[in-house]
């Protein structure tokens, strides 16, 4: 069967509704404030009309624990600079801790080095106190920053937590980020601490990082320890780092595990934007507002105490942090650090049969891959225990969406987001209680105004407009590190609509309160009249049998001619003929619009990346005119970074150079 946008792939049943945390919440709020909703729709109403309603009930029915009583929810509603709960103090990383018991599991984890473990929630509260009294012995205070070049595993929660209870700062990259790229953020920064591995296997290799770790040290004259955990090698020897020691040694501390009493504003950690076209923006996000924004994601996301939550993410990215934060729940989460096509694809198919994990997190990428290589998880392995499957990172087309119910579980509640590392949260996503259609995000997230905004900044409805926030929410950004005046960040946001945030997307929210992002706003196609996203195109093009991946660039109005190409990478054996140039555009032309038919094809062996997976559209586009690539793109925050040389090439050859000035 043919599946196109918008039909209908899911309910829930009344059964799954009554059981829904949001319905618990729901009767929460009749039984304690006398506020009645009878939809999904007038709830998320109901939490952007009476925002400090909405987030001080957060706030009770999550039972925060404040040391100090706010003295009001919501000082005041500018953007920026809106001020949360002014006067509590309290620390995110007891809000974890608190859900310690003895005999439960806090973390499942497997990598390529290591076989499937379990670690206790009473390990964890111990390690973390191993390693917070560690940090107070070397002199570790408040405000000072601790960074982790670290990959996905239980250590480098253990050393975010301890470094949250003291009062100091977090920040991370992961081990496959390069010397350049990771000292673009640590040097922003000024760290006190390095915590590190010796390296970590990918893709069945080796990957060895000393060398890169004593590079870090010498540019980073600011850090006084560096703690190495030997990932790779068991036996080593770091007699040559100077002032290091052994994530073992660190081990042997003890001490009482207590949490520091920070303001609600405090910074929590340092997350960085992609920094493909510049130096990456350092943003700073506070223990209040990401405590809030995480436990409204789990609300969201129907996460419990009862289970258990895979997302594959590497700590580079804010899906690690939005996994920490399921925590909050007293939820056991799963971790996994290796290629999600290594040894085959069936490796994280079979961590959630080994795991019985009951959330499935991935990217579009992935599930693309899966439909190539024709794979039928649901009868291949046992995913009975899955409720819910959540992709995020890229838009997905229809035919995704059905692969999912075809061939992974007909009855799972597919729950696709989109947010933000800005704000480290869910913009719009799925909710247990409503319905999935094809190729579309279900909702609004409660407590966030989000709009498409018109050129007018007029709201419309199922028009492609930016996306925008009408109205603060807590964890957006405190500040950029270093920015003063908050020049960049004011850039970054609201220079576009003042007093408006503008996230820098395409959406389109449709009659019935779901949504479309079409991707990058600043990535736009405008083709004779006819404005459109790039996932548009690349559901079309990515739905030919023959394409593994796409990338598709405007560059209208830069020359004298409008021009727009489109590159393509092919199934292995396969070559890009006139006839598949042929079939390519009638997809086009069908599924999208004649108007948005390329005027050239390449064939090219992969298409450019950032170490997160999201495709290059902006720098290509910058090489394609001119640009040099050392100004146009940072390799070391690509995952691919040989994969831009063919654009160079092409920007200098007379066959484009002709073409685009026709």
Avoid at 129 to 150: F, P, Q, T
């Amino acid at each position: 069967m043919v599946v196109k946008e918008g039909d209908l792939l899911w309910e829930p049943s009344e059964k799954q509704k009554e059981e829904a945390n949001i319905i618990k919440y729901m009767n929460w709020l009749e039984e304690t404030r006398n506020v009645s909703h009878q939809s999904y729709d007038d709830l998320w109403n109901w939490s952007v009309n009476h925002l400090e309603d909405f987030w001080e009930s957060i706030w009770e029915y999550y039972q925060v624990k404040s040391y100090t009583p706010y003295e009001s929810v919501l000082k005041n509603d500018r953007m920026p600079g809106a001020e949360w709960f002014s006067g509590a103090t309290l620390n995110y990383a007891e809000h974890i801790l608190r859900h310690a018991k003895p005999d439960k599991t806090a973390i499942y984890y497997k990598s390529e080095n290591r076989p499937l473990k379990e670690m206790s929630w009473k390990e964890l509260t111990e390690k973390t106190a191993s390693v917070a009294a560690y940090l107070k012995s070397v002199g570790v205070e408040r405000g000072d920053r601790v960074v982790a070049y670290m990959p996905n595993i239980p250590e480098t929660i253990i050393a975010f937590l301890a470094t949250a209870s003291i009062g100091a700062i977090w920040s991370s990259c992961a081990p496959e980020f390069g010397v350049g790229s990771t000292l673009d953020r640590f040097q922003q920064i000024e760290p006190k601490i390095l915590f590190t591995v010796d390296g970590y296997r990918y893709n069945g290799k080796a990957n060895p990082r000393m060398e890169t770790v004593e590079k870090l040290k010498e540019s980073l004259p600011t850090v006084e320890q560096v703690v190495i955990l030997p990932y790779l090698e068991e036996y080593l020897d770091i007699r040559n780092l100077e002032n290091s020691v052994r994530w073992e040694e660190v081990m042997e501390y003890s001490g009482e595990l207590i949490f520091e009493p920070v303001p609600f504003d405090h910074p929590l950690w340092i997350l960085y934007s992609s920094g493909t076209t510049g130096l990456p923006k350092a943003i700073v996000q506070g223990h209040g507002g990401i405590l809030l924004a995480h436990f409204s994601v789990n609300l969201q996301s129907n996460v419990t105490a009862n289970d258990r939550f895979f997302w594959y993410t590497t700590t580079g990215w804010m899906m690690w942090n939005i996994v920490v934060g399921v925590m909050t729940t007293g939820a056991s989460v799963v971790l996994y650090d290796g290629s999600p096509g290594y040894p085959d694809l069936g490796v994280l198919w079979r961590l959630a049969e080994e795991t019985k994990l009951t959330t499935f997190g991935t990217s579009p990428a992935f599930i693309l891959n899966c439909m190539k290589a024709g794979m039928k998880p649901g009868e291949t392995y046992d995913l009975s225990h899955i409720h819910t499957f959540s992709y995020t990172g890229a838009p997905l087309s229809p035919e995704g969406f059905k692969w999912v119910y075809d061939e992974v579980k007909s009855d799972v509640r597919l729950a696709p987001s989109s947010g933000g590392t800005d704000i480290c949260a869910g913009i719009v996503s799925g909710s247990p209680l409503l319905p999935v259609y094809a190729g579309e995000i279900p909702g609004r997230n409660l407590g966030v105004a989000v709009y498409a905004y018109n050129d007018n900044a007029q709201p419309v409805t199922d028009e492609i407009g930016e996306l925008v926030m009408t109205k603060p929410f807590p964890s957006m950004p405190l500040f950029f590190w270093n920015d003063q005046d908050n020049k960049r960040y004011k850039e970054s946001y609201f220079d576009h609509f003042p007093g408006v945030w503008r996230h820098g997307d395409l959406i389109k929210i449709t009659e019935r309160g779901s949504a479309i992002i079409y991707g990058r706003s600043d990535a736009t196609i405008n083709r004779l009249g006819v404005r459109s996203g790039s996932s548009e195109i690349y559901n079309a093009v990515e739905a030919v049998p023959e394409v593994m991946d796409s990338l598709i660039v405007d560059l209208s109005g830069y020359f004298h001619q409008p021009y727009m190409p489109l590159f393509v990478v092919l199934r292995e054996e396969m070559t890009l003929t006139d006839s598949l140039k042929d079939k390519i555009n009638r997809k086009i032309k069908t599924d999208v619009s004649p108007r948005l038919i390329p005027d050239d094809i390449f064939a090219i062996k992969e298409v450019p990346r950032t170490l997160t997976g999201k495709k290059m559209e902006i720098p290509v586009r910058k090489i394609l005119l001119g640009t040099p690539v050392e100004k146009a793109a940072s390799v070391d925050a690509m995952s691919n970074p040989d994969s831009i040389n063919y654009f160079v090439q092409l920007a200098n050859s007379s066959r484009f150079t002709q073409n685009s000035n026709m």
